[in-house]
């Protein structure tokens, strides 16, 4: 050892590897990282071995348990009765069948750790998952949320009575008295249970204990005992809660532990054979069954044979079975299909005896033979002369899809149980075939290929483990053509079956019938056999017919070892060509060949090792194959399985036998009789050649005379002299031998590895060798032994690894020397482990890249040599003898001495494999510490100074290596860093503790003074939580941190450190000290690692340490022997410090959380909106510059702080918020607070919505970052691709892990799909940890001059958490602290920012009886207190009033039932409270109760028309108006219309609403003397505000300027940008007057925008659409002839709201009884009938007078402050709506509206409708204008549009419209041109109009010739032309009349005498 030693060279460090993440911004930086990491912080860990026992007696139930570890043996799982083992003398077997045998029969030697099932390394999912159905047993919490909310029926006094509210009294803004909707009478109600303890008097003291009593114990009942609402037990696995949300599939400390050894099993089916026969049943059938893969062409299955012959047929065989072994008259059979697909076929192939040609034999099967007593005769002649040769007779096929759809079917079809395949006999068969296998299955339908129908294969596995036993009838077969036998032709059909071609091949069908049943395999199969005739436990009845299990041919044989001894060969006869062959005998033509197992020349030599087929002996000495009658070439399909010896010697062979059977079919007298059989040639085949077996293909020549002596030692193809072979010795014999064996590896480099240890270590060295040569041979092997085939290897790897283990400890001699071999074999030890984790095949890797072969090799399989010890040597120190003996080294200390001194190649190799070595080395120092009685030695004892310093060495070097290498290769230093923190935590339960600390303490050292010196080293600093995180998984992790006891004192471990003793019952600070740190090692270290990466500003680095301690949490919650609260105090001790980290990290989380979920109570206008500023209250929490955490690391830091909230003792909390500085306490509550926030309960839809979306997202980002950190190679990355199969693999290149899983890991559920009732349960059970917490937090703070405001702060915390969704169990224990702190706090409790009213009054409406209840008694105890305190409860009446009015009109989940029996509650409190029976205070509650009773009868008519939005808004409205007097109900009011309308979009209307509050508030300042008027030129409403009651002082500019840019921001989103600029005309001067020069500066930057926006959209903008509804008939109530202007939103058509309206009250009255009246004309409502409803809707338009046009000159100015609107109606005198253009009249309706258009409603009523008559001519001149303005305004255009100016003229003087004006000249002009008619104004106006028209024209069609190009001059010839026409038509008509008098004025208007007025 010491000679290895001195050459040993400490790696050095190779230059630091710095790597530059480009990718900073995406992971995070390590700015700062030197300087929160300080080398001579480095704790001296304590001499574990030296302190524990005096700090932790053995009594105390965290200490280290004395033997926590045990070598057990485990007997080897077999599925046999006994082990499958040979018969013959294994003593003359070679070594390698022997050491095979042994490895398959030896038990396993296994090192048990008593209490790993605690570690949260296996922490595996069996295990979760039982550990949530426990959770989920709990009792169920009840939400709100959850329940669903049933609208409840509300007595209605009818639909007139709720109508009536809009009626003209409610529109005119009029308050109907409120008590006259007396239907719903309080008194009248019921009450909820009253709380017995509400009046009793007791101590503040006193009832905190109550209240804990009852949070902690399953208390009797919060209502004294009889009443139901009882809290059930508390959760004590808070994070077991909590786990199913991490995402810790991939955890680092995960490590799967190994599977013991079993068998691979496909997809195992049993096939049961009931029933085979033909038509004609007068002779024995026998029959074989067999998969095959149709497209891989590929036999699947050895042979099942079986006849089902009766017993008379089976009597015409007796002369030639002598007898039938029980095994061979199997029925049954499981077939075991691995690679299950659409092109499997089960198919059956039937043979008969020898009789003649196949034809004929056919013959009497397929006609219906008359003549049955000849056949019968000629095969019982054929059964006693042939009875032992078979001939081919018919075939049929069974595809699996056939068998998975009969089961279907089954499923679905329950009459019938059959699946028939039914063939009736006709040439067409195999086209029935096909057709009624589509029938089936609907596999084999003729349109399109099966394989676009077939379902995927890995759809089809599952279906064939779930199917249903399915029975299938074959009703005809296939007649076996003697020239299609092979294998190939039934692949063709197979396909043709599956496949149709055009022209399918005709088979000629034979009549039969196959039954068969098949059915998933059970796991126990009774009677069953091996394919080696093995019995299977448990084996029942000796006399019952064997099932035997058919050996699988797999595709892909699955790379996994050998479990048991097999050695079987299936020889397959192909071809024989005797066309050559002449003799004097006779042509060679009905040919068999006998086939021989020999183990000499002799015939007597002929081994009985041949398998028998069906109902015959068990093993033949000779098998034959069938006969094809008159056939010298045939080719075959025999398939003869052999039981090889497992003494294979030189001597064995294959002896074939050519012979030719007479079928003699005529009778004869015996004397001429032939010979039944004549020898026609033979051959042979060795088997055996310098010990490695003969198999594959052959052809062969055949020997015309018997072989000659020791012929079986060379090959048949050796032409020996003197000897005569058929057709001159040409192979014409085909024969293929298929080995599936477990004793012959058949790879060169295994062989000839196993004969190089066989030859050295038994001493028999081949000659072709020679001793000289040896140790080199031996060399070579080994070195050569990486390069066999990788799948084979890992098939004998328990026997490469044994031996290899066995030559590295007990080299062997040559010539008495022994070999220095140990390089060598380390080195391909390691080269063996890299080749079996990289195969691609066959092998499952866990996430840190471990081959589970490798796992279970080590942990089971694996035979460690050991010295030779007699019973006197057991113990320490180990005698010389043993340790000088050179038989044997010792394991460990061998692999540890190697590892160190390697260098080159094999220090890479062994580095890349440092996992499989160091699991080695502790498995073999587990099984040191047994064999040598070290494990009774005291720890320090029980290993060598030696070996100590080689693994001191080791790690410092794996160290090096990891920090060298980090940034060249992420995946090697990736795999090295957790191999060797596995290796530590492995060894603290075997070595010296106190040694292994120094060793973590040496990595962190060494890693720490990397990271200090690396300006970005985020994968180092991984790397360390990484390695952390595994140490930190241990068993024993509690004890090992030595946590403190709960009475005795002791000194601190390290004195060094630490000089003063502490008592261990004084709970540790919330620091981190020195002395906390020293003591508590590992706790320690990964509070600082903790405390560090929370510094840093590396999201990624964040998250890593913050889930390595939650995970560690997670585990100790599952740990049942912490399960005890007081030892779970102590272990919550050891992480006190916590919560100082997490109030140092307040301001990333107040950041973090403020990002995702701003606090606020729901609908309020911002009075609440601050509570309390942890960061004022805090001058530490400074605003850094560090972004805030994500919502992960935010998450889950808080719920450790939970859990350490939870955990932890009373005492060492208060101790705690003692010494906290009074500033850092409000940051502690608002921690809490954000608790509540973290870990609501969203409800169960939301949850079930999360889940159905994409729930990986998270895990998915954390992937890319690490890929990130660690470069796209890392090995955990890849892994975890795989899990999610989403590797890009290259077909044919080797990979490092299989995509598949194979057995109980495959794709374990996705972790992210909690049982609904674990979330309920977490945010219950984190709320009440949290109350408690914070009543120990305000009771500790009691008498500090602070308390005051923590009492105050805590009832925020409280308000706030009640307003999140809370259980119906959690919510009472919260109204009891309520009412607790109410006592405490006094006066300060009900300020006017408080929202306690709010909230209590929030659950008064509560559906649960019991949250309803606890409310109502925290509101009446609420009242009584500040009663007694002031004989006054005016605030809280106020606060009350004001609550509700906000409530009932945003909260959609309020039920005003709810409320009523909470207010009927506190009216009976009122009433049976003794001590103030005698004072006012129970009326005074009264009429309080009754006034908020009125605002709740206003909510019920609300919650009536909550569908119908323009009816509900009247209500709101109605209801603010009521408050005019009351400003603050008021705002309140106009604030929730606000919301409604911001709900539905309507951002002019809440804009509206929002500046009448600002108006009201203006109004109560009287701001700058104006008050209310101010906002006039916002809109003219504003005038309504001017009324307020100036009272109410309390109102300021802050509230103002809120509204106000509240209300400019949704004007600005509804396009009001004009509007925008009137409110901030008032807000500038309330911000210069205040010098707020950052929200002028805001103002004027939104100026600006408004501004840019109105240019920008100059043209294109568009406003609201309105329309006249008026309502007639009875159903409508009041509303019964009313009219109302409707704003609805831009471009809304007609069609639109009439769809509507009419669908809206075709709901609520029926859609027959809705009619939509749809002309504009007056509607005489007694004409219409009473019984429907009638709604007549018209488009009105706003109307303007001359002058307000003048003012008015934008298109938004005449959209804005409207209360006019106009809508017309043609009619004529004589009733008709359209006449003639002389009699054609118009009627115009102006409509007046009470409110200017925008309002704070979208419907308003009309007040006032004027009409005005336009005569024919007035219509005609309106007309004309109309036209003339539109060509005015297309030809002054800028710039111009050449395709609206030839639009409008066509339109005007096109030829077939320019009609329509010179009519209406002809008619009104012609008469005064021609002096039939004097000229009037109206006329001259006409006259004029039409001269301006022409004008107008013609300037167009001017401009038009200037814009147009060549290709339009011939249009505008021919508009010119058209013009002409049209001027030259007119002229005579507009000439001025010579009488003319007056100039007509021509304008807009025209003045009113000329006009009808008709009101």
């Not at 042509?587 to 086939?595: D, F, K, L, Y």
């Not at 079928?663 to 055996?688: D, F, H, I, M």
């Not at 908020?1492 to 409205?1517: G, Y």
């Not at 934008?1754 to 609107?1765: A, L, P, W």
């Amino acid at each position: 050892m010491t000679l290895g030693r001195k050459y040993q060279q400490p790696s050095g460090n190779a230059g630091d590897a710095r790597k530059v993440y480009a990718s900073q911004s995406k992971v995070g930086t390590l700015s700062g990282c030197s300087s929160s990491i300080s080398l001579c912080d480095m704790i001296e860990p304590p001499d574990y071995e030296e302190v524990a026992d005096r700090l932790m007696g053995p009594r105390d139930p965290l200490a280290y348990p004395p033997h926590d570890m045990e070598l057990c043996t485990v007997p080897r799982r077999i599925r046999t009765v006994t082990h499958v083992l040979t018969d013959e003398d294994l003593s003359k077997a070679p070594m390698f069948v022997r050491d095979c045998i042994r490895t398959y029969t030896s038990d396993y030697t296994v090192v048990e750790h008593k209490h790993r099932q605690h570690s949260g390394s296996t922490l595996g999912r069996e295990r979760l998952s039982a550990r949530l159905e426990r959770l989920a047993t709990a009792p169920r919490q009840l939400y709100e949320v959850d329940e669903d909310q049933v609208p409840e029926s509300q007595p209605s006094s009818g639909r007139q009575s709720v109508a009536s509210i809009s009626s003209s009294s409610s529109c005119n803004e009029t308050l109907t008295p409120r008590g006259s909707w007396a239907s719903l009478d309080l008194r009248s109600s019921s009450s909820d249970p009253l709380l017995p303890d509400l009046f009793e008097r007791r101590p503040p003291e006193q009832q905190d204990a109550i209240n804990e009593a009852r949070r902690y114990d399953n208390c009797s009942s919060l209502f004294g005992g009889s009443s139901p609402f009882e809290l059930e037990n508390r959760q004590a696995d808070l994070l077991g809660l909590y786990s199913p949300y991490l995402d810790e599939e991939e955890a680092v400390e995960r490590r799967l532990a190994a599977e013991m050894p079993s068998e691979v099993a496909g997809h195992r089916i049993l096939v049961h054979c009931h029933q085979l026969k033909l038509e004609l049943d007068v002779e024995p059938l026998f029959a074989s069954m067999a998969l095959y893969d149709a497209k891989e062409k590929k036999k699947l299955s050895e042979n099942f044979y079986f006849n089902l012959n009766s017993e008379c047929t089976r009597q015409m065989l007796s002369a030639h079975v002598p007898h039938a072994d029980l095994s061979t008259m199997s029925r049954s059979a499981v077939f075991d299909i691995m690679n299950p697909s659409a092109d499997v076929f089960l198919v059956v192939r039937v043979e008969k005896v020898l009789q003649g040609d196949v034809n004929e034999c056919v013959e009497p099967y397929i006609k219906d033979d008359k003549n049955r007593e000849k056949v019968r005769a000629g095969a019982q002649a054929a059964c006693s002369r042939l009875g032992k040769y078979r001939m081919p007779l018919a075939w049929s096929a069974v595809s699996l899809l056939n068998i998975l759809s009969g089961s279907d079917r089954d499923e679905r079809d329950t009459g019938t149980n059959t699946n028939s395949l039914d063939r009736k006999a006709s040439s067409s068969s195999l086209e029935q075939l096909r057709r009624r296998a589509g029938e089936v299955g609907g596999s084999l339908t003729r349109k399109g290929s099966v394989e676009r129908r077939a379902p995927p294969a890995d759809e089809l596995a599952p279906q064939l483990d779930a199917m249903k036993p399915v029975s299938i009838t074959v009703t005809s077969f296939f007649k076996q053509e003697t020239d299609k036998l092979r294998d190939e032709d039934l692949y063709k059909f197979l396909a043709e079956i599956k496949r149709p071609s055009s022209a399918p091949k005709k088979l000629k069908c034979i009549p039969g019938t196959l039954k068969i049943e098949v059915a998933p395999c059970p796991e126990e199969v009774k009677n069953g056999l091996t394919p080696e005739l093995a019995k299977l436990q448990p084996y029942g009845d000796e006399n019952v017919r064997p099932t035997k299990e058919v050996l699988p041919f797999p595709i892909h044989p699955v790379a996994a070892p050998h479990l048991q001894y097999r050695n079987l060969m299936y020889v397959n006869v192909r071809d024989i060509n005797l066309n050559a062959y002449t003799s004097r005998a006779g042509s060679a033509r009905n040919i068999t060949v006998r086939v021989q197992l020999m183990s000499g020349e002799q015939q007597a030599s002929a081994l009985p090792a041949i398998f028998g087929r069906s109902s015959c002996p068990e093993y033949t000495s000779e098998a034959f194959t069938t006969v094809l009658y008159h056939n010298k070439n045939p080719s075959l399909y025999d398939e003869i399985k052999i039981k090889l010896p497992a003494d294979l010697g030189d001597q064995h062979h294959l002896l074939f036998t050519f012979l030719h059977i007479s079928c003699q079919r005529k009778p004869v007298a015996p004397e001429q009789e032939k010979n039944v059989e004549t020898v026609v040639g033979y051959s042979w085949l060795p088997l055996c050649r310098n010990g490695k077996l003969t198999c594959g293909e052959f052809n062969l020549p055949v020997m015309q005379e018997e072989p000659p002596p020791n012929y079986s030692y060379i090959f048949p193809d050796v032409l020996l002299p003197g000897t005569r072979w058929i057709d001159n010795h040409k192979p014409i014999f085909s024969v293929t031998l298929d080995a599936h064996t477990t004793v012959h590896p058949l790879d060169n480099y295994i062989e000839r590895f196993a004969v190089a240890c066989e030859a050295v270590q038994e001493g028999n060295i081949p000659t072709r060798i020679g001793l000289a040569n040896m140790e080199a041979e031996l060399r070579a092997s080994i070195s050569e032994l990486p390069t066999a085939n990788v799948e084979i290897l890992s098939r004998y790897l328990p026997y490469v690894l044994d031996k290899l283990l066995h030559l590295l400890v007990a080299p062997p001699s040559l010539a008495g020397a022994p070999l220095n071999i140990a390089q060598d074999v380390f080195t391909c030890l390691a080269n063996v482990f890299t080749d079996v984790c990289n195969m691609n095949e066959g092998v499952t890797c866990d996430s840190h890249g471990r081959s589970s072969l490798i796992t279970a090799y080590i942990q089971y399989q694996c035979t460690i040599p050991r010295p030779s010890l007699a019973d006197r040597d057991i113990g320490l120190p180990l005698p010389p003898a043993v340790m000088s003996d050179g038989s044997c080294k010792i394991l460990h200390e061998e692999l540890a001495l190697q590892w160190v001194v390697a260098s080159g190649a094999t220090r890479d190799l062994a580095m890349h494999n440092s996992w499989a070595l160091f699991e080695l080395m502790i498995k073999s120092m587990c099984e040191y510490l047994y064999w040598s009685g070290a494990h009774e030695a005291p720890r320090k004892a029980r290993f060598p100074d030696q070996f100590t310093d080689d693994i001191t060495t080791l790690v410092n070097n794996v160290t090096t290596e990891i920090i060298s290498r980090y940034g060249k290769n992420s995946r090697l230093t990736q795999s090295l860093n957790n191999s060797l923190a596995f290796f530590l935590f492995d060894l603290v339960s075997i070595a010296d503790r106190g040694y292994v600390f120094n060793l973590i303490r040496s990595y962190h050292k060494q890693m720490s003074a990397k990271i200090a010196s690396l300006p970005d080293a985020v994968p180092l600093v991984q790397y360390k939580l990484a390695f952390l995180r595994i140490i930190c998984s241990h068993e024993h992790y509690v004890a090992l941190n030595l946590p403190w006891g709960s009475s005795s004192g002791a000194a601190s471990p390290a004195p060094s450190v630490h000089s003063h003793a502490s008592h261990s019952s004084a709970p540790p600070p919330h620091a981190l000290t020195h002395e906390h740190r020293s003591r508590h090692y590992l706790a320690g270290l990964l509070l600082h690692d903790l405390t560090g990466a929370l510094e840093l500003q590396s999201p990624v680095l964040q998250c890593a340490a913050v889930n390595a301690l939650l995970s560690l949490l997670t585990a100790h919650d599952a740990d049942p022997r912490l399960a005890a609260p007081e030892v779970r105090a102590r272990v919550a001790q050891l992480y006190m410090p916590l919560l100082g980290i997490v109030l140092d990290a307040a301001p990333m989380l107040s950041r973090s959380a403020g990002a995702r979920d701003v606090m606020q109570f729901d609908g309020e206008m911002g009075q609440f909106n601050s509570l309390y500023n942890p960061s004022a209250n805090d001058p530490d929490n400074k605003q850094t510059g560090r972004p805030p955490f994500n919502s992960e690391t935010h998450r889950n830091l808080l719920m450790c702080l939970v859990w350490l909230l939870k955990s932890c003792s009373r005492a060492a909390l208060a101790q705690c918020c003692a010494e906290l500085p009074p500033q850092r306490l409000p940051a502690l509550l608002h921690l809490l607070h954000l608790c509540f926030i973290a870990h609501e309960y969203k409800g169960r839809k939301e949850l079930l919505k999360c889940q159905q979306q994409n729930v990986r997202k998270t895990t998915d980002i954390k992937a890319k970052l690490e890929d990130v950190i660690l470069g796209q190679g890392s090995a955990r990355s890849d892994f975890i691709m795989r899990r999610k199969g989403g590797s890009s693999a290259v077909p044919g290149r080797r990979e490092r892990w299989r995509k598949d899983w194979r057995g109980a890991r495959d794709a374990p559920p996705s972790p992210l799909a909690p049982h609904p009732a674990l979330p309920a349960a977490l945010a219950a059970e984190v709320s009440l940890t949290l109350l408690h917490a914070l009543e120990t937090i305000v009771q500790s703070c009691s008498n500090l001059e602070s308390g005051q405001a923590v009492c105050s702060a805590a009832l925020q915390v409280v308000l706030r958490a009640m307003q999140r969704n809370q259980s119906a169990a959690v919510l009472q224990h919260m109204f009891a602290t309520v009412r607790s702190l109410i006592v405490k706090l006094g006066w300060s409790c009900c300020g006017e920012e408080s929202g306690i009213c709010r909230v209590l009054l929030r659950h008064c409406a509560a559906l649960c009886p019991a949250t309803r209840a606890h409310a109502a008694a925290a509101l009446y105890a609420l009242m009584r207190h500040h009663y007694q305190l002031g004989n006054n409860f005016s605030r809280v009446k106020m606060q009350v009033t004001m609550s509700l009015s906000s409530l009932v009109g945003t909260s959609t989940t309020f039920s005003e039932e709810s409320l009523r029996r909470a207010l009927k509650t506190i009216l009976v409190y009122a009433e049976r409270d003794p001590d103030l029976q005698q004072t006012s205070f129970p009326e005074q509650v009264k009429d309080l109760v009754f006034n908020l009773h009125m605002i709740l009868s206003d909510t019920v008519k609300m919650k009536e028309f909550q569908e119908d939005p323009e009816m509900l808004l009247d209500l709101m409205h109605r209801i603010a108006r009521g408050y005019q007097h009351s400003p603050d109900l008021r705002l309140t009011w106009l604030n929730n219309m606000a919301q409604k309308h911001m709900e539905r979009s309507n951002h002019t209307e809440a804009g509206m609403c929002l500046v009448h509050g600002a108006a009201l508030v203006a109004e109560q300042m009287n701001a700058r003397g104006r008050g209310a008027a101010l906002l006039e030129r916002v809109t003219h409403n504003a005038l309504d505000e001017s009324c307020a009651d100036t009272l109410h002082h309390h109102l300021t500019h802050h509230e103002l300027q809120a509204l106000l840019e509240h209300a400019a921001s949704e004007l600005m989103t509804a396009g009001m940008y004009e509007a925008v600029n009137e409110v901030y005309k008032v807000l500038i001067p309330i911000a210069e007057e205040h010098r707020d020069y950052k929200k002028l500066a805001n103002i004027h930057g939104k100026l600006n925008e408004a501004f840019t926006r109105i240019d920008q959209l100059h043209g294109k903008r568009v406003f609201g659409t309105y329309f006249r509804v008026s309502f007639y008939g009875a159903l409508f109530g009041d509303l019964h002839g009313e009219e109302f202007i409707y704003k609805e939103h831009a471009l809304t058509k007609l069609p639109e709201i009439f769809s509507r309206l009419e669908n809206f009250y075709g709901q609520r009255f029926g859609a027959d009884n809705v009619v939509i009246i749809k002309d504009s004309n007056i509607v005489d409502p007694s004409t219409l009938p009473a019984d429907k409803a009638h709604i007549q809707i018209t488009y009105v338009e706003p109307y303007f007078e001359p002058h307000e046009l003048r003012t008015r000159t934008t298109h938004s100015e005449r959209n804005y402050n409207i209360k006019r609107f106009m809508y017309a109606t043609p009619f004529t005198v004589g009733g008709r709506a359209h006449g003639d253009i002389a009699e054609q009249c118009k009627r115009k309706t102006i409509l007046t509206t009470a409110h200017h258009f925008p309002y704070v409603k979208t419907r308003i009523q009309v007040v006032a409708r004027t009409q005005i008559i336009l005569t024919p001519i007035e219509v005609a001149i309106e007309d004309i204008q109309k036209k003339i303005n539109e060509l005015a305004a297309a030809t002054s255009q800028e710039p111009a549009d050449p395709k609206i100016l030839q639009m409008v003229v066509q339109g005007c003087i096109g030829t077939t419209v320019n009609q329509g004006p010179l009519e209406l000249a002809q008619v009104f002009l012609a008469p005064v041109a021609d002096g039939s008619q004097p000229p009037t104004r109206l006329t001259n106006k006409l006259r004029l109009a039409f001269k301006d028209f022409s004008k107008k024209c013609h300037d167009a069609l001017k401009k038009n010739k200037n814009l147009i190009g060549s290709d339009q001059r011939e249009y505008q010839r021919e508009l010119e032309r058209n013009y002409a026409r049209f001027a030259e038509r007119l002229a005579p008509l507009v000439l001025p009349h010579h009488q003319h008098q007056h100039a007509a004025q021509l304008s807009n208007g025209v003045s009113k005498p000329d006009y009808k007025l008709q009101a």
